[in-house]
């Protein structure tokens, strides 16, 4: 199994930054894409951003030119740098990753999630 473990959420006022990190652990295993999630209070989980292995990001409209996504391959660990904070961007963030992990005999493909972490955006 690989766990993906969020940090760095939090309460911020408006305008305000925050830097979320998650970071994959586990035995033989390699990350294809990665991404952040959210989910607000009665809302669905909505798509933030994402970005592939080989570095190529994409994000929702709400979130372009406020928000950043990186990710460190040597550290197994995907990063959301979010400036310019807004009310509306108050949920729970998750972030994602498509493993690939050796199960002996074979290598199976999944999707992992993190456990969340709160962004409250609030003067």
């Known amino acids: 199994q690989v766990q993906l473990v969020e940090s760095g959420g939090g309460l911020v006022q408006p305008g305000g930054s925050l830097r979320l990190s998650c970071a994959a652990s586990?035995?033989?295993?390699?990350?294809?894409?990665m991404g952040w999630y959210r989910q607000a209070p009665g809302k669905q989980r909505e798509v933030v951003a994402g970005?592939?292995?080989?570095?190529?990001?994409n994000y929702r409209d709400s979130v372009k030119g406020r928000f950043t996504i990186s990710r460190d391959n040597a550290k197994n660990t995907v990063y959301l740098q979010m400036n310019s904070l807004k009310p509306e961007d108050t949920a729970v963030y998750y972030c994602?990753?498509?493993?690939?992990?050796?199960?002996?005999?074979?290598?199976?493909?999944?999707?992992?999630w993190g456990q969340g972490t709160q962004v409250t955006v609030s003067s």
């Open positions: 994602n990753a498509d493993i690939l992990q050796l199960q002996p005999p074979t290598w199976v493909r999944r999707i992992y």
């Open positions: 586990g035995s033989s295993f390699s990350i294809n894409a």
């Open positions: 970005i592939t292995s080989g570095g190529s990001t």
